[in-house]
């Protein structure tokens, strides 16, 4: 009790400094690139701030490194066929080497350290040049990172370039997988065991979207196994995700507000510098949960719109929309 009554007036009377702390634990945590929802953000920063010592530490160490997350798109084309993948009805291509290589050359030396990840809505290691990138990224003074699917891991190759890989797995029940589109379990299981067997677990995150599926055994399964970290994610809640839902998923839409006259509005996103985004054609986004590009043109744009009460359909739905 009686740490409890220091604890409590300490935390209060630094909440400033905590709320500094936060943002840049979200700011720069790898588990960044594990926000496709915004609800994320909240269920990582619970999973950080506690002790409140621990996040100090994370805290200060993180902002050593002093710097953006940067989520590089270079693939909308993907093997597998998820039901909740919005990706699965854009335009399937790669980015292009010249588009890859401006955008890496342009963050030195204004970050001069930053995690890049290599990812957006299509199966990253389908792209050719996959592994040019990585080590790119790597040889350019940056930390490459990236989630993949599990269906074509070259064990030794991610063990030796990425410092930490995320492997998306949302069951370990065959039929279930095969049901939200992830196919072939078994292959994915058994390449995640030959990854584990070269790479120290610890360093791997298993990322779930929850839909609703028994997550009990995939839980235990994961704790087990000794991986670093298990995201569950819930289902993406904005309207240029849940457009593309079908029946088989269980999900209620936001509400909108009724009113003819949309008030200004802003986000954290827009408002300072937390990421950015870089779609497979190159277009520079300040958040990774756009989808539906239409009507936007630069973030400077995007925050005048937002500021005149007009919302693009890529943050329609967005719970990160505040009252400005
Ligand atoms: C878009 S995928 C791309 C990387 C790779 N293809 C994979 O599935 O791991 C990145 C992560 O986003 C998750 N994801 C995709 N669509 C989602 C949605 N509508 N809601 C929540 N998470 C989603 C996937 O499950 C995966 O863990
Ligand atoms: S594996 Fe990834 S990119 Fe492919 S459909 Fe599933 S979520 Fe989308
Ligand atoms: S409101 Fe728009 S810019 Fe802001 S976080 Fe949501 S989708 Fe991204």
């Given at each position: ?39 994320i953000f ?5 999973q ?27 693939t ?32 030195s ?51 030796a ?65 000794g ?98």
């Amino acid at each position: 009790m009686r740490f409890v009554g220091y604890l409590l007036p300490g935390v209060l009377a630094l909440w400033p400094i905590e709320k500094w702390y936060l943002d840049c634990l979200l700011r720069h945590s790898e588990l960044y690139a594990a926000c496709i929802s915004e609800e994320i953000f909240f269920t990582t920063a619970g999973q950080f701030c506690n002790p409140f010592l621990a996040q100090i530490a994370v805290g200060v160490f993180l902002v050593q490194l002093g710097n953006l997350f940067h989520q590089i798109e270079i693939t909308t084309r993907c093997n597998f066929s998820c039901s909740y993948c919005a990706g699965r009805s854009m335009d399937q291509q790669d980015m292009d080497w010249e588009t890859f290589k401006a955008i890496v050359d342009g963050l030195s030396p204004q970050h001069q350290h930053c995690t890049v990840s290599l990812q957006g809505e299509g199966e990253p290691s389908l792209h050719p040049l996959f592994w040019c990138m990585a080590d790119y990224v790597t040889t350019s003074g940056h930390t490459p990172y990236s989630i993949l699917n599990g269906s074509r891991l070259d064990a030794a190759r991610i063990a030796a370039t990425f410092p930490r890989i995320g492997i998306s797995l949302d069951t370990l029940d065959a039929s279930t997988a095969e049901r939200i589109g992830r196919h072939n379990l078994t292959k994915v299981l058994r390449n995640l065991e030959e990854l584990t067997a070269v790479m120290s677990p610890s360093r791997i995150t298993v990322m779930s979207v929850d839909m609703g599926q028994p997550l009990g055994p995939l839980r235990a399964w994961v704790r087990q196994r000794g991986f670093g970290r298990h995201v569950i994610q819930p289902l993406a809640r904005k309207d240029d995700y849940a457009r593309h839902y079908g029946t088989a998923i269980r999900f209620t839409p936001r509400r909108q507000p009724e009113s003819a006259v949309r008030p200004s509005s802003t986000c954290r996103f827009v408002q300072s510098d937390l990421m950015r985004f870089y779609t497979w054609k190159g277009q520079e986004l300040p958040c990774c949960f756009i989808k539906d590009t239409t009507g936007i043109e630069s973030i400077p744009q995007l925050k005048q719109s937002l500021a005149r009460g007009e919302v693009p359909p890529g943050c329609s739905g967005c719970s990160e929309l505040r009252p400005l």
